[in-house]
């Protein structure tokens, strides 16, 4: 326990110099809860909030993503490596978002439904979310916990 105390404030300094390099799924996460309310709240009155919400929260993260490009680095202990690869697959995969999301309202604008959408925008961003993190992980159990988060889609 005492080696834990003494450890600690290089810990958070590690963890703390790392958050940087988690920001566009810390944009994804704040999307995604923004979607939540959005569906909750707001889609009563404004029927495109959710949708709104789910395309601001992907093109914030992309130029976030941008940001990343060329400049390999690690964080979180050496769990999350950030190299050119896992960029241009996470940029891919916020292509592939933001095609889905607009098939998915052009397919429902077209057969009008009673559920709200909002519920499909925020399991498209879990999903994404999860994805992202599987492509920048280097350890076995975020590999997991991102396959568990891609698995809620399903």
């Not at 495109?48 to 601001?56: P, T």
């Not at 052009?106 to 519920?119: I, M, N, S, V």
Request: hydrophobic share 55%; with cysteine.
């Amino acid at each position: 326990m005492h080696d834990f105390v003494a450890n600690l404030p290089q810990t958070l300094d590690q963890v703390i110099q790392s958050v940087p390099l988690f920001k566009p799924e810390l944009a994804l996460i704040g999307a995604f809860l923004a979607v939540v309310c959005a569906t909750l709240f707001i889609d009563k009155q404004w029927k495109q909030s959710s949708f709104m919400i789910y395309m601001g929260g992907l093109l914030i993260s992309f130029p976030l993503l941008c940001q990343q490009l060329g400049q390999p680095d690690r964080g979180f202990f050496d769990m999350l490596i950030i190299d050119s690869f896992s960029v241009y697959a996470r940029m891919l995969l916020l292509f592939a978002l933001l095609v889905t999301g607009i098939l998915v309202r052009q397919h429902f604008k077209e057969k009008p439904t009673q559920r709200p959408l909002g519920e499909v925008y925020s399991i498209l961003l879990a999903a994404g979310l999860g994805l992202h993190l599987l492509t920048a992980t280097s350890n076995w159990l975020i590999a997991f916990i991102a396959i568990e988060t891609v698995s809620i889609s399903s």
